[in-house]
Nanobody
Framework: QLQLVESGGGLVQPGGSLRLSCVAS????????MGWFRQAPGKEREGVSC????????YYSDSVKGRFTISRDYAKNSVYLQMNSLKPEDTAVYYC??????????????????WGQGTQVTVSS
């Protein structure tokens, strides 16, 4: 059984940085893409970033492109999100999730079937 646990969230000032971690226990995720999503109060969950297993390509939403970097460590069955130049609008609960080995990062949020519990990121002065 797969379990994902996010960590690294917290309170940070605008312009600051945080590094989120997602550690998976259970089966290897070597053949699956991994994504980061976030959900702010009153808003739908949105995709932030995704890293494929097929070619290692990374993808970012327009709102975080150039500021966030996704990476993964296959040996540790983990994925990370380095967040720089944080803005108040980045405030949300951040979730990692496992996608489809077939669709990779071309899938939709509905193709991500395994989710962590989330970690709170608050950007405020």
């Amino acid at each position: 059984q797969l379990q994902l646990v996010e960590s690294g969230g917290g309170l940070v000032q605008p312009g600051g940085s945080l590094r989120l971690s997602c550690v998976a226990s259970g089966p290897s995720l070597d053949y699956y893409p991994m994504g980061w999503f976030r959900q702010a109060p009153g808003k739908e969950r949105e995709g932030v970033s995704c890293i494929s297993s097929s070619d290692g390509n990374t993808y970012y939403s327009d709102s975080v492109k150039g500021r966030f970097t996704i990476s993964r460590d296959y040996a540790k069955n983990s994925v990370y999100l380095q967040m720089n130049s944080l803005k108040p609008e980045d405030t949300a609960v951040y979730y990692c999730a496992v996608g489809s080995a077939f669709f990779q990062c071309s899938g939709t949020i509905r193709d991500f079937g395994s989710w962590g519990q989330g970690t709170q990121v608050t950007v405020s002065s």
